[in-house]
């Protein structure tokens, strides 16, 4: 009778009572469980597992962008070139998120994000940079655009409450480091324009600002329903340059017009697809860090594709962001 009248008792005497016992043993483990991630989660080495995939596909394809864009640079227009790679971008990464939506759309406020990074990153950075490219030389476009990540990290730190990690600020300052001097081996004829300058500053602190608010969205809608709806806010963006996109396609070579397919498919559909889901798993401000290796990529794609031999400088900018990179993903005791 003593034992009968504690089971009628709330559940935490219960439970204390029972865990020594083989039903208490059944009923223990479940809050271990939902405890033990909060302190030492499991996810963190599955995380930098599936996020250092998504980055390397991500600093390829960005990287290859670069060599991309120099090679149609001559037959496009920076609007044309932005809708020309979103409009393929969107028909492709369309094919795979149409099937899937199903009512999954945004509703209300949740637009607002989206229609944010989708003008910003997907239409403004686009077309800002393309502009930028015509008037500066690559070292100096490289350095300007590599403000970016530190951009991210200082708004990541305050407005996502990430904080600021010594190794990520002190990987991030050594990578950055390593770009300059990437600039300083390819700026022999420096063509700073004030103009270009200023718009190459403009791409990078728009795709710094879609970053810190696409991180959210990643938490409501997969990486690829995220990325395919700021494609196509940035897609209606660009709708004005589509009477000059229409008549350079007739005007441009076949090489040309498959480079700019490629741009859409590559560096755009799935690079900003892996980018987002990178993103859903990693601190933005470690994230962005990893960008710092896209211009070293670069000179290794424009090596073997182009036939552009890189220079010591080159080579010595790409090791120092290896290791900047490498000091990021550091955790301070």
Sequence with gaps: MARTAPTGSPRPDRTHHDSMHAYGTHEVP????????????PQPGQISRLGIAAVVVTVVLWASAFVGIRAVGPSFSPGALTLGRLAIAAVVLGLVVLPQLRGNLPRGREWWPILSYGVMWFGGYNVALNAAEHLLDAGTAA?????NPILVAIMAGVILKEGFPRWLIIGSLVAFG???VI?????????ADVAGVLLCLLAAALAAVSVIVQKPVLRKFPAAHATWFGIMVGALCCLPFSGQLVGELQA???PATLGLVYLGVFPTAIAFTTWAYA???IDAGRLAATTYLVPGTTILISWLVLG??????????GAICLVGVGLTRRRSR
């Design 143 to 147: 350095l300007l655009i590599n403000v």
């Design 183 to 191: 600039a300083l081996g390819s700026g022999q004829r420096s063509t």
């Design 252 to 254: 441009a070579p076949l």
């Design 178 to 180: 390593g770009v300059a």
């Design 279 to 281: 993103l859903s798993l």
């Design 308 to 317: 552009e031999i890189p220079t010591v400088w080159g080579l010595a900018g």
């Design 30 to 41: 479940p809050p271990a469980p939902s405890l033990q991630p909060a302190k030492h989660p």
